[in-house]
């Protein structure tokens, strides 16, 4: 009896050592990589397959005492497949969590107001539907380093639908269709930049649409052409498109551009004036005018 204990004994001194040994390994820093390493988990790997990885890819220093204490702790079948992002800061409970958890590595992007989808595509390097135009909303988005162009488009419009669906019945009540709503919040967005002159553009472009005059909004021209200007040539305007609503009567066939939620609400909620006209100087301020007299009178004044 005396001899087992002796032993036991023993035993616990060296688990103490060999504790005190790899105090630093395991609490304080797991390696001596300075940088950032992207760890990639496959499904269907196994505890031993992801600490033997670990280990050689120099993140930890020993695999043991990660298998240990992912065993001790009931937690080696509950790890998740994934890319995870590492540093030499992180101790073997901190990753072990992050795996359980599933925070893989993240990047960070952000989709301004008026992107089409072409800038989107370009932005991300993805594919994306045309019909998708006007419903991909636009603010900042967390996507997995491996995202796909499914994962920006679910991203990206459940992100619309849960912003849009607020305002859903007043869209109904007022007569509109979602349809009309954002094609107009996407001319809109395009053409002015305050609130106010948001709300002031979007009421004049209700009107006109009543009125059967023709919208004649210049970005609808710069969405056919593609063209980075303020200033429309003569000839762009007798381009036949549909998209042409100098051309044109009513809206164009979809959206030019995915607007943002002030641009929307603004189409929801236009400010009734007695402007019929207005236009953008080349500083972006936008110039209201009641009658085609004093439109031209301003045009003659600031884009001349």
């Not at 679910?154 to 607020?166: G, L, Q, S, T, V």
């Not at 498109?241 to 929307?264: A, D, H, M, Q």
């Amino acid at each position: 009896m005396k001899i087992i204990k002796k032993f036991l004994f023993f035993l616990f001194l060296l688990l103490i050592v060999f504790f005190l040994l790899n105090f630093k390994t395991f609490f304080l820093n797991i390696s001596s990589t300075p940088d950032k390493k992207i760890f990639s988990i496959e499904k269907g790997e196994g505890i031993f397959e992801i600490a033997k990885k670990l280990e050689k890819e120099k993140i930890i220093k020993n695999r043991f005492l990660f298998l240990g204490y992912a065993i001790l702790k009931g937690k080696h079948r509950k790890i998740l497949a994934g890319k995870y992002e590492l540093n030499s800061s992180m101790t073997i409970p901190q990753i072990l969590e992050k795996f359980v958890k599933g925070e893989t590595a993240k990047i960070k992007v952000t989709i301004p107001e008026g992107f089409t989808i072409k800038e989107i595509e370009e932005k991300l390097k993805v594919d994306l539907p045309e019909e998708l135009e006007g419903y991909l909303f636009p603010d900042t988005y967390y996507f997995s380093i491996d995202y796909t162009s499914k994962d920006v488009i679910k991203a990206m419009k459940e992100n619309f639908d849960k912003k849009i669906a607020p305002y859903l019945p007043e869209i109904e009540r007022q007569g509109k269709s979602l349809r009309e709503v954002i094609i107009l919040a996407s001319l809109v967005e395009k053409e002015v930049k305050t609130k106010e002159e948001k709300e002031i553009v979007a009421g004049i472009l209700w009107k006109r649409l009543k009125a059967k005059i023709p919208l004649q909004v210049d970005a609808t021209i710069t969405y056919i052409t593609g063209k980075k200007t303020t200033k429309i040539p003569l000839e762009d305007l007798q381009i036949d498109s549909p998209y042409n609503t100098y051309k044109y009567l009513g809206l164009p066939p979809g959206p030019i551009c995915n607007p943002g939620l002030e641009s929307i609400l603004a189409v929801i909620y236009p400010k009734e004036t007695d402007y019929w006209y207005y236009l953008t100087t080349p500083e972006g301020k936008a110039i209201f005018s009641k009658t085609f007299l004093e439109h031209q009178i301003a045009k003659e004044k600031y884009l001349k």
